[in-house]
């Protein structure tokens, strides 16, 4: 059943604003979503868990309580990515926001073989609308690394916003029944 979650959830596409912004693409992304911001919340900060409700992710492995190291799964013939962030959440006008940024840790293993995004960064801004509902915007680097020819970003993009959001949507919604 979750197959067919997963695929009806990366199905639609989510509206996408992409820019190009001191030199690298960033991308925004939003979703309302049927549960509470804890619940939200609660998935995002996670960080052992990623794996699990982003199917992209092939690994998710914290390196302390606010670092992580994760490998991305890509299409065919493309190596898989990786990057080394940190994480920092504020909370400013009943909105949560988690941001992140690649930094080096010393514990982060060397990710032979993969193509390491050493620019990605972003935020998740978590907006309650209701007790039941909430707002989510996604805002990325995106920044793909390697050679990725430029005629295939926007649809790059476009896949990354629908699945990560599509995927967050159902596991939060899942987790609020």
């Known amino acids: 059943m ?8 990366a199905a639609a596409e989510v509206p996408l604003d992409c820019a190009w912004q001191e030199g690298m693409p960033w991308c925004s992304a939003s979703v309302q979503i049927d549960a509470p911001a804890s619940s939200v919340n609660r998935i995002l900060t996670n960080l052992d868990g990623l794996e699990h409700v982003f199917p992209r992710i092939a690994t998710s492995s914290p390196l302390t309580a606010d670092t992580i190291y994760v490998v991305l799964e890509m299409p065919f013939p493309l190596a898989p990515r990786d990057y080394v962030a940190q994480f920092t959440r504020t909370e400013v ?85």
Do not use: C, F
């Not at 979750?2 to 959830?9: F, Q, R």
């Open 93 to 177: 006008g009943g909105e949560v926001r988690l941001s992140w940024e690649a930094v080096v840790h010393p514990s982060a293993p060397p990710g032979v073989g993969n193509v390491r995004l050493h620019h990605t960064a972003g935020v998740w801004t978590i907006r309650p609308l209701s007790e039941s509902r909430t707002e989510v915007l996604y805002r990325w680097n995106a920044d793909l690394g390697g050679d990725i020819p430029s005629w295939a970003l926007p649809r790059a993009w476009q896949m990354q916003g629908d699945e990560v959001l599509g995927r967050l949507k159902v596991a939060a919604e899942d987790a609020a029944k």
């Open 2 to 9: 979750s197959a067919v979650l997963l695929i009806g959830a």
